[in-house]
C-alpha cells in the first residue's frame, strides 16, 4: 500500500478498502460524539452502537438531521450500566471497538481495565498513541504517550515505542523512525529518562526492539528538522524525518500536542493501546473533525 500522510487520506483509504466497523458508544449523550459517528456512518465505514439514555439520543440525532430508526439504540440511561454493556460487546465480539461518550474518563477507564470484564490483558501496559496531521510536516507524526501513563518507565517506555511502530506499519510506514524525546541530545541524570533512551537505542541495535529505526535523547528540532542536523552537526539516523516521538512524561507529550492543536493548525486521532481491541478516549471538549478521526483511526486498527 501506498503510505498515508494525512488524516484525510487515512479516510478515503478506509473507504476505498470498503471497510465497516461496528462502534459501541458508551453513553453517546453529546452532541460532538453524535456529529462525528453520523459522519463516519454516512462515510461507510463505521455503525454506531448508541448506549445510553434512548431518548437524549434521538433527540441529539434528529438535532442533526438523521433518522433515529437507522441508527441501532440501546436504552440504558444508566451510566455504568451503560458502560459495562459497551465494555460487553466489544469484549464478545458483538462490536470492533469501544469509544467514551459523555461519561468521566475515570469511570470509563475502571470498566476497561476491570481484571474479569474488561479489555486489557493481564500483565500487558496500557498506553496511548495519537497521529497529529500538521500543515507544517510533511507526513503525520505519531505522539506518545499523551494520555495515559505520567511518567514512563523503561519496559513503558519500550510498549510507546513497539505501539508507535505499530500504528506506523497500518499507515504504510515500512521501518518507522522513531525519535525519544528530551530537552538535548546528551544523556544526562538530570533527565532520568534520557538514560532510559541510551538503553532502549542499545536494545533496538540487538534487535530486541524490531522493524524500526530508533534514537535518543533527541530534542524536537533533530528529531523533525533537517536544517537543525547540520546547524548542530550531530549525526542520527532518524536525520530530521521521525515518524514518531515518544516523550519522557505524559505532561509534556500532552502540553506539546495541544500546543500543536491549538497555534499550529493540527488535528489529531488517538487511540488507548494494549486493549484487546480499540478503545477511543477523547475529552468533551475535542471537536467533532477530531472525533470523527479516532472513529477513522480505530476502524483502520480494528
Do not use: W
Request: some cysteine; charged content about 25%; glycine content about 6%.
Amino acid at each position: 500500500m501506498n503510505t498515508i500522510k494525512s488524516l484525510k487520506e487515512m479516510v478515503s483509504h478506509l473507504e476505498n478498502l470498503g471497510v465497516n466497523k461496528k462502534i459501541a458508544v458508551a453513553v453517546a449523550e453529546d452532541d460532538n460524539t453524535i456529529g462525528a459517528l453520523i459522519a463516519a456512518s454516512k462515510a461507510g465505514f463505521a455503525t454506531p452502537i448508541l448506549i445510553g439514555s434512548q431518548e437524549k439520543i434521538q433527540d441529539l440525532l434528529s438535532a442533526e438531521n438523521a433518522d433515529p430508526k437507522t441508527f441501532h439504540i440501546v436504552d440504558l440511561p444508566d451510566q455504568q450500566e451503560a458502560v459495562t454493556e459497551a465494555v460487553r460487546m466489544v469484549k464478545e465480539g458483538e462490536a470492533d471497538v469501544l469509544m467514551k461518550g459523555l461519561i468521566g474518563t475515570d469511570k470509563f477507564l475502571k470498566a476497561v481495565l476491570n481484571k474479569e470484564k474488561g479489555l486489557l490483558p493481564p500483565k500487558a501496559i496500557m498506553s496511548y498513541v495519537c497521529a497529529l496531521d500538521l500543515p507544517k510536516y510533511d507526513k503525520l507524526l505519531f505522539v506518545s504517550d499523551t494520555a495515559v501513563l505520567p511518567y514512563p518507565d523503561l519496559n513503558q517506555k519500550i510498549a510507546m515505542v513497539n505501539y508507535s511502530v505499530a500504528m506506523a506499519k497500518r499507515f504504510g510506514i515500512e521501518k518507522p523512525k522513531v525519535a525519544l524525546i528530551s530537552a538535548t541530545e546528551k544523556p544526562n541524570p538530570a533527565f532520568p529518562s534520557s538514560i532510559d533512551d541510551t538503553l532502549i537505542c542499545k536494545m533496538a541495535d540487538r534487535g530486541q526492539i524490531k522493524n524500526c529505526i530508533v534514537d535518543g535523547p533527541l530534542d524536537v528540532f533533530l528529531a523533525c528538522d533537517k536544517a537543525s542536523i547540520a546547524i548542530k552537526g550531530v549525526e542520527t539516523p532518524i536525520n530530521g524525518e521521525a515518524d514518531a516521538l515518544i516523550f519522557p512524561s505524559l505532561e509534556s507529550a500532552n502540553s506539546f500536542y495541544k500546543g500543536l492543536m491549538l497555534f499550529g493548525g493540527g488535528e489529531l486521532a488517538g487511540l488507548i493501546q494494549g486493549t484487546i481491541k480499540p478503545v477511543v478516549v477523547m475529552s468533551r471538549s475535542e471537536s467533532q473533525q477530531s472525533k470523527f478521526y479516532c472513529i477513522a483511526l480505530s476502524c483502520l486498527m480494528a
